[in-house]
Nanobody
């Protein structure tokens, strides 16, 4: 049974940093695409970043490029999202997701992902 558990959210001032972590368990994820999404109140869920667990490829939405970094820690079995230079517009619930299909074309589509965590709240004050 796949479980994804996010942690690391919180309240931070604009310009600050947070590091989110997604603990993945239940199977080997080497062939999975792991993604981070976010959803702010009244808005649709939005793709943030993704990586292929067994490779080096990463992808980001334009608004976070140069500020956010997605990475994996094989020893801890986590996928992390380092968020720097945070802006109030980054405030949202952040979700970790796992896609069994290792293809890369549709990484920005939430409906491609098979498993989701419960989310962690990130609030950036101005």
């Amino acid at each position: 049974q796949v479980q994804l558990v996010e942690s690391g959210g919180g309240l931070v001032q604009a310009g600050g940093s947070l590091r989110l972590s997604c603990a993945a368990s239940g199977r080997t994820f080497n062939n999975y695409v792991m993604g981070w999404f976010r959803q702010a109140p009244g808005k649709e869920r939005e793709f943030v970043a993704a990586l292929r667990w067994g490779g080096t490829r990463t992808g980001y939405t334009d608004s976070v490029k140069g500020r956010f970094t997605i990475s994996r820690d094989n020893a801890k079995n986590t996928v992390d999202l380092q968020m720097n230079s945070l802006e109030p517009e980054d405030s949202a619930v952040y979700y970790c997701a796992a896609d069994r299909n290792p293809g890369w074309i549709r990484i920005e589509r939430g409906d491609e992902y098979d498993y989701w965590g419960q989310g962690t709240q990130v609030t950036v004050s101005s």
